[in-house]
């Protein structure tokens, strides 16, 4: 029950701080070169860099750090798994022996890179889904990509299903909470070893992909009875420009993505 609780991916956190007032367009931008960054570099150096940029940043916006932390905590065995493969990969120098099992250190160091690589890609993504409206993020991707239509790409549906599915998170994690509590008080047992938590969270598959299925298929019947047909003849409810502060951020991010090309 823990994970679904630590899991906050999907939710937006209200505030005020410089990171929220930004523009959505800005802010996706910046989110997917960041991330491209990341699955690029292979220094140290430029991993530390942006661990520092983006601690600094969950500091500017206000926000609990618990909330950060807590998706950490949620992805801690893909990290603890992305750094026992390394850790096994590199047989080549043996290091460590723990129960008779050969470890090489350098694959274990290589394993905590790609694990801080992971991490980082979580706080990316966890700082534009707290600090933007899901409906921001819809605009932004429909404005973004707009040229598209020109070759027929359904540019406003394909943005709205995004906007959808990062919705919907929040929404399965808590109908997850509710099933699990339900077959708790029936007697079922969460705890105890791996194995046997992966046996008991089997069950609750079945229930879940039908609430959720049953959602999807309320939400459908409530966009039809509001009359909508897609993107064609909408207008926006406000119209998006750059302001100061945008453009403040846009030289602040080019100076650290310069910075970072220095570092590697």
């Known amino acids: ?42 220094a140290w150096s430029v991993l530390g860099w942006w661990t520092i940029i983006l601690s600094a940043t969950i500091a500017s916006t206000h926000l609990p750090p618990k909330i950060f932390v807590n998706n950490l905590r949620a992805f801690l065995w ?43 890609l979580v706080l990316v993504a966890a700082l534009l889904s707290f600090t933007t409206i899901p409906l921001d993020l819809t605009e932004a991707l429909e404005r973004m990509f707009g040229f598209l239509r020109r070759f027929r790409v359904p540019v406003h549906e394909l943005a709205l299903m995004t906007a959808l599915a990062l919705r919907f998170v929040p929404t399965i994690i808590a109908e997850a909470q509710r099933i699990q509590c339900a077959q708790i008080s029936r007697g079922a047992n969460f705890n105890g070893g791996i194995l046997q938590r992966v046996h008991a969270l089997v069950p609750m598959l079945v229930p879940l992909f039908v609430a959720t299925f049953n959602r999807a298929d309320e939400l459908a019947v409530a966009m039809e009875a509001r009359c909508y047909h897609g993107g064609e003849g909408r207008v926006s409810l406000r119209e998006m420009k750059f302001e100061r502060i945008d453009w403040l951020a846009l030289a602040g991010m080019s100076a650290a993505m310069m910075m970072s090309l220095v570092l590697q």
Not at 107 to 118: D, M, N, Q, S, W
Request: hydrophobic share 50%.
């Open 1 to 42: 029950m823990r994970l679904w609780q630590n899991l906050t991916l999907g939710k937006y956190f209200a505030g005020s701080s410089w990171l929220h007032r930004l523009d959505p367009r800005l802010k996706l931008s910046f989110t997917m070169a960041l991330m491209f960054v990341l699955m690029l570099t292979e």
């Open 78 to 120: 893909l990290f603890g798994l992305t750094v026992l493969l390394h850790g096994f990969s590199d047989a080549t120098a043996p290091h460590l022996h723990l129960w008779g099992i050969s470890i090489s250190w350098p694959g274990v160091i290589t394993g905590c890179k790609y694990a801080l690589r992971l991490a980082l």
